[in-house]
């Protein structure tokens, strides 16, 4: 499946699209509209179970999933008012009343299309002409879409907050482990001139003493600086490198 790199809403990191253009974002979408389409229309089914009236699985599934679908299609429309307009000082009063503007035009335009496809999946309010449905549907679910808006946004913004909170966390863990092979390197470079100093006074006294001793001290303190200088990078070695 090829795969192709695009920018998310933020543009802050590439997105893997399928080659239906369709990236792991969209399928979340879609995934979430189905999944919540489903729970509606079994309500709806169970309800109307109950009342002993008549109502078939297949038709309340066609009709939540025509309402699902059009509030999927304007999905990306909300989060990308919420990445442009994000629910946070400053500029918060005028992001609220975009969202606004944007809750009503949304909830209008998913009225408008599902009185386009109401007569075709059988749905209960359907008029003889577009209008007649569409206006008998702004009289009774227009306030029900609403708040649709404002979930898709609030669950966008819970994902910023929970992405900037992740984030905030890894730039912490980076620092801390810089802090600490910062100190690691200065801890080593204050403890490798004493040693080296100490070593070297050593075979200045054994000179004077024992010239096989000092000459082997000199050769193994060689070994031990080449063998540092090999594994400067290194914060773990193993016991018998240590020996």
């Excluded at 509209?33 to 729970?39: K, P, Y």
């Excluded at 209008?131 to 404002?150: A, E, H, I, M, Q």
Aim: charged share 15%.
């Amino acid at each position: 499946m090829a795969q192709l790199a695009r920018a998310d809403h933020e543009g802050a990191r590439p997105v893997a699209e399928n080659e239906f253009g369709i990236g792991r974002r969209g399928i979340a979408v879609l995934a979430a509209w189905t999944l919540v389409a489903m729970l509606l229309a079994g309500q709806a089914w169970f309800a109307a179970q109950v009342r002993g009236e008549p109502l078939a699985w297949a038709r309340a599934s066609a009709i939540w999933l025509a309402w699902a679908a059009v509030w999927a299609a304007l999905t990306p429309i909300a989060l990308r008012l919420e990445a442009r307009f994000p629910l946070q000082r400053p500029g918060l009063l005028g992001a609220l009343v975009v969202h606004g503007a944007a809750s009503a035009a949304c909830a209008l335009a998913n009225l408008a299309l599902f009185a386009l496809a109401a007569p075709v999946i059988g749905a209960s309010q359907v008029e003889p002409t577009w209008l007649g449905t569409f206006s008998r549907l702004l009289g009774t679910t227009l306030l029900l879409n609403l708040p649709v808006y404002w979930l898709i946004v609030a669950a966008a913004h819970v994902g910023r907050l929970v992405r900037t909170a992740r984030e905030k966390d890894r730039r912490q863990l980076r620092l801390e482990a810089q802090l600490a092979d910062a100190r690691l390197q200065t801890l080593r470079a204050q403890l490798q001139p004493h040693f080296l100093f100490n070593a070297l006074n050593t075979i200045s006294v054994m000179m004077h003493e024992n010239v096989d001793s000092a000459d082997r001290i000199l050769l193994q303190l060689s070994a031990l600086l080449r063998r540092s200088l090999d594994s400067t990078e290194a914060h773990e070695v193993t016991l018998g490198e240590e020996i």
